[in-house]
Nanobody, 122 residues
Framework: QVQLIEIGGGAVQSGGSLSLSCVAS????????MAWFRQAPGKEREFVAG???????QYEEFAKGRFTVFLDDAQDRLSLQMNTLNTDDTAPYYC????????????????WGQGTLVNVSS
């Protein structure tokens, strides 16, 4: 059974940076598309950024220019570098994987991580 394990997150002041990683455990997710989602309190879960297995990346509008996503397909590792964080970025961040990019964007996720909290203070 494949599990996604998120590493990173934590507390940072507004304007700061954080890095998240997600690794697959218990099996390989070679040629899967992977992405980050987040769910702020009182809001629906939303797409943040992601990558197809061959390196095509996509960002939600709020992440463009501030976040960088990278998928190392050989290592089953998805990373997210977040810069210039603000309080609106506060949320648990979830790693997700699906066989196709269309599934990712349709929220038809095959594997979810347990989430890691990002807390940005003013």
């Amino acid at each position: 059974q494949v599990q996604l394990i998120e590493i990173g997150g934590g507390a940072v002041q507004s304007g700061g940076s954080l890095s998240l990683s997600c690794v697959a455990s218990g099996g390989s997710l070679g040629r899967y598309s992977m992405a980050w989602f987040r769910q702020a309190p009182g809001k629906e879960r939303e797409f943040v950024a992601g990558s197809t297995w061959h390196g095509i990346v996509q960002y939600e509008e709020f992440a463009k220019g501030r976040f960088t996503v990278f998928l190392d397909d050989a290592q089953d590792r998805l990373s997210l570098q977040m810069n210039t964080l603000n309080t609106d970025d506060t949320a648990p961040y979830y790693c997700a994987a699906a066989h196709t990019w269309a599934q990712i964007r349709a929220n038809e996720i095959e594997y979810w991580g347990q989430g890691t909290l990002v807390n940005v203070s003013s």
